[in-house]
């Protein structure tokens, strides 16, 4: 993982524990990282279930649940006590740049929002992971539980430069805006760590899907990722496929070593595999004026719509004349169409070979040149 820590700063490498896991009770070692330092959190809390013995199938078979010592707490005072002392510390470490998300179901998500925003983050979503197969309710006198809910927030209200790879999602959302209910699975099959008995290693293992996404929509290569509540390290292993440095803290020993086990076997992505769409506003603004002056389009070139409907000629002063009036692309392409506003780039075309090209393409044709 040298090659990602050679993309931050000297400084931060000499006293953050990157790409390693701590053993250790969460609190006491946020403690230890130095304030402003990382760039996102993940935090996956104990949810504090609240389970009176044990959950029975129809059958009278057990339900493999959520019985650990590190789940319980004697009551709620204690268990927001134990919350305000963990999220205060998270947010002394993350950047002014950075944000955090925390996962939770009706048990503990709720009382998590409330601290949060009393100390002072500033929420930008909610997103509800709805579960492709949950769990049945085996008792039936309840719904299914089919989904959890995680909060995104940033450091505080006035922290406006947070990494959110809108294109990204935009992307993997099959070329439409990403919404904030999210259909993945849980874990199962091959990515579920199970130890010599066959017996799940963690309770709550959460996907590798989850994980991805997040870590795409709000972090770059070669950021900090740390998640307070380590256990088995999928977010370690995603953030070292993705490129991203990782710190995990986990005091249960045993999860620790399935974890250093699993990150191991993870090789990161070649850096081309890794290029995340950029979002338009990141572009650096091309002047239809400069297309002329680079002879990308000649004075005198005739643009047309799609259809041929409408056409204007190239002025060598970057602007364009139809038959009755002269102005930017943006305008006349209004004008000729009757339009309060007009997308000129996407709207004129020119002729190649009697083939009619938008004139975005030598937009980002020069571009990738001044890039």
């Known amino acids: 993982m040298n090659h990602i820590l050679g993309m931050k700063s000297v400084e931060q490498k000499t006293f953050l524990p990157i790409n390693k896991i701590i053993c250790g009770e969460t609190i006491e070692e946020l403690k230890k990282i130095p304030a402003d330092s990382v760039d996102l959190i993940f935090a996956d809390p104990p949810y504090n279930l609240q389970l009176e013995g044990e959950l029975q199938r129809p059958d009278n078979s057990t339900v493999a649940a959520v019985n650990d010592d590190w789940d319980q707490f004697s009551s709620f005072a204690t268990y927001d006590k134990f919350c305000e002392k963990w999220l205060s510390e998270l947010k002394r470490i993350v950047k002014p740049s950075g944000s955090i998300w925390v996962i939770g179901s009706y048990h503990n998500i709720f009382r998590i929002g409330y601290i949060m925003q009393n100390l002072g983050f500033w929420i930008l979503n909610d997103v509800i992971w709805q579960k492709a197969n949950p769990m049945p309710n085996f008792r039936g006198k309840r719904f299914t539980n089919a989904h959890e809910t995680l909060i995104w927030a940033s450091k505080d209200k006035n922290s406006k430069k947070y990494t959110f790879n809108y294109e990204a999602m935009k992307s993997i959302n099959d070329n439409t805006q990403m919404r904030s209910d999210w259909f993945l699975p849980i874990c199962n099959g091959n990515e579920r760590l199970k130890d010599d008995n066959g017996k799940k290693v963690h309770p709550t293992q959460k996907p590798e899907s989850l994980l991805h996404r997040i870590i795409i929509s709000s972090s770059n290569v070669g950021d900090v990722v740390l998640d307070p509540f380590f256990g088995t390290g999928t977010t370690g292993a995603v953030a070292k496929r993705l490129c991203r440095n990782y710190i995990g803290i986990e005091r249960e020993k045993e999860y620790i070593k399935n974890a250093k086990s699993r990150i191991s076997k993870v090789s990161p992505y ?45 002025r060598a002063d970057g602007s364009i004349v139809s038959s009755n009036n002269k102005g930017s692309i943006h305008q006349i392409g209004a004008e000729v169409q009757d339009a309060s506003a007009c997308n000129g780039w996407t709207f004129w075309h020119f002729d190649v070979e009697g083939e009619l090209k938008p004139i975005d393409l030598l937009r980002q044709k020069l571009r990738s040149e001044l890039n």
């Open 270 to 314: 070649e850096n081309e595999a890794l290029e995340i769409t950029a979002s338009k506003k990141t572009e650096p603004r091309i002047p239809f004026g400069w297309l002329v002056e680079r002879k990308l389009l000649e004075p005198g070139t005739t643009l047309f719509d799609q259809s041929k409907k409408f056409k204007a000629k190239v």
